[in-house]
């Protein structure tokens, strides 16, 4: 008995297999039915392998003392397999897709007529709207798309890029970049240290430490405006004093006590700091300056 419930299992399961392998180009049949109703950024791939497991499904329910034709019975199946598949997949409300059906239409019309891509005045003229119109529907169905992550973004043969590959870190740094600005902070840093004392304590307490200018100029003893002169002479001087670090130009030889100060002072930022020093610091080594340039107040 057990021999008997056992060989006609058997020959259900070799039953079974055999329709599917005898049907599968009914799941590429039907897929290119319904493909033709998605948009083209639905990937027939995923159509078919969703198609192919409908088929499976469909052999092993069917029952043939129901009269209903096998390739009937499962191309109904695979069509509503592929469509669950989809909706599975797809957030867009269904406005979106009638849209996208609507103005994919329209361009292959277009296309045909005109023989070449219609522009967008064209496709607004078609469709009876305004350019700026036709842009926002477009703008809406574009960002309904959902890609995968290892959808391909090349054609080429000896490339195998993924979306994933492309897609750019917007907070990610290149190291180099990364080091160019390690630098520029680091003379930064310097610039402001060998400043002249007067013009450091402006800018530590206007810059870092968000004091006034009435604030400096009671703490210095003199006027808001020359408060701002300092300030500006010590911009200046920063500003000169970092790009001549980065100046490979001979300069000629200064002339007048100014412009002979000022290369002094460029001069003592680029010797300041080891070059390994520089690259190595970041912000958080910062020590400009270790403590409040103005008292604190106090309850």
Do not use: C
């Not at 055999?18 to 083209?40: M, N, S, T, Y």
């Not at 703008?139 to 897609?167: K, M, N, P, Y």
């Not at 190595?280 to 020590?287: C, F, L, M, P, T």
């Amino acid at each position: 008995m057990n021999d008997m419930k056992f060989n006609k299992t058997e020959k259900n399961t070799a039953e079974v297999n055999e329709r599917i392998e005898a049907h599968l180009p009914l799941v590429k049949h039907v897929v290119f039915q319904v493909a033709v109703h998605f948009p083209r950024h639905v990937d027939r791939e995923e159509l078919a392998r969703a198609g192919a497991l409908g088929l499976v499904e469909a052999s092993r329910r069917y029952d043939e003392s129901r009269g209903v034709p096998f390739d009937r019975f499962a191309a109904q199946r695979i069509r509503g397999a592929i469509l669950d598949s989809v909706r599975a997949a797809d957030w867009a409300p269904r406005s979106v897709r009638l849209l996208a059906r609507r103005l994919e239409a329209t361009e292959q019309q277009l296309a045909s007529e005109l023989g070449r891509v219609p522009s967008l005045h064209e496709m607004a003229t078609e469709l009876g709207v305004g350019v700026d119109e036709l842009a926002k529907l477009q703008d809406r169905l574009f960002r309904s798309v959902v890609l995968a992550l290892d959808h391909e973004t090349s054609d080429e043969g000896d490339e195998d890029l993924t979306l994933v590959d492309v897609l750019s870190d917007r907070n990610a740094v290149e190291p180099s970049e990364e080091l160019e600005t390690r630098e520029l902070h680091n003379y930064l840093r310097d610039a402001v240290h060998l400043l002249p004392e007067r013009q450091r304590m402006v800018i530590v307490g206007y810059f870092l430490d968000g004091k006034t200018s009435q604030e400096l100029a009671d703490f210095l003893d003199v006027t808001e405006s020359r408060i701002s002169q300092l300030r500006s002479e010590a911009l200046r001087n920063l500003k000169l004093g970092i790009e001549a670090q980065y100046d490979s130009t001979e300069q000629d030889e200064p002339a007048g006590r100014v412009a002979k100060r000022r290369a002094a002072y460029a001069d003592s930022v680029g010797v300041a700091s080891q070059w390994k020093d520089r690259l190595g610091r970041w912000d958080a080594d910062y020590d400009i300056p270790s403590e409040p340039l103005l008292p604190v107040a106090t309850a």
